[in-house]
């Protein structure tokens, strides 16, 4: 069993940097033909994929947020991290991270529970 557990800080600052952890257990994200993607979901609007690392370490971010993110892997650790820069209060939202396959159909069959971000102005 896969499971996938977000780590934040919480309430962060305008301008500031968050960065968030998933800490995957039950698998690796270095199993070929997975990724690991980071959504977010602002309060009263629909989930948003932010971006994702292959299990080769290739990543790709959604070109609205790409200037202010990294996704990056620690491999001896099996946990993945998000970092977004210069937050502002329209980025606050509940993050999730998520696993997903190159398998047709497959989609995301992994989801943690999510973490909140609160970005105060």
């Known amino acids: 069993q896969v499971r996938l557990q977000e780590s934040g800080p919480g309430l962060v600052k305008s301008s500031q940097t968050v960065s968030l952890i998933c800490l995957v257990s039950g698998g690796s994200v270095t199993t070929e033909y997975y990724y690991w993607s980071w959504f977010r979901q602002p309060p009263g609007k629909g989930l948003e994929w932010i971006g994702s690392i292959n299990y080769a370490g290739t990543t790709t971010y959604s070109s609205s947020l790409e200037i202010r993110t990294s996704i990056t892997r620690d491999t001896s650790k099996n946990h993945f991290t998000l970092q977004l820069r210069d937050l502002a209060p329209e980025d606050t939202g509940m993050y999730f991270c998520?696993?997903?396959?190159?398998?047709?159909?497959?989609?995301?069959?992994?989801w943690g529970q999510g973490t909140q971000v609160t970005v105060s102005s």
């Open positions: 998520a696993r997903g396959s190159v398998f047709p159909s497959a989609g995301y069959d992994y």
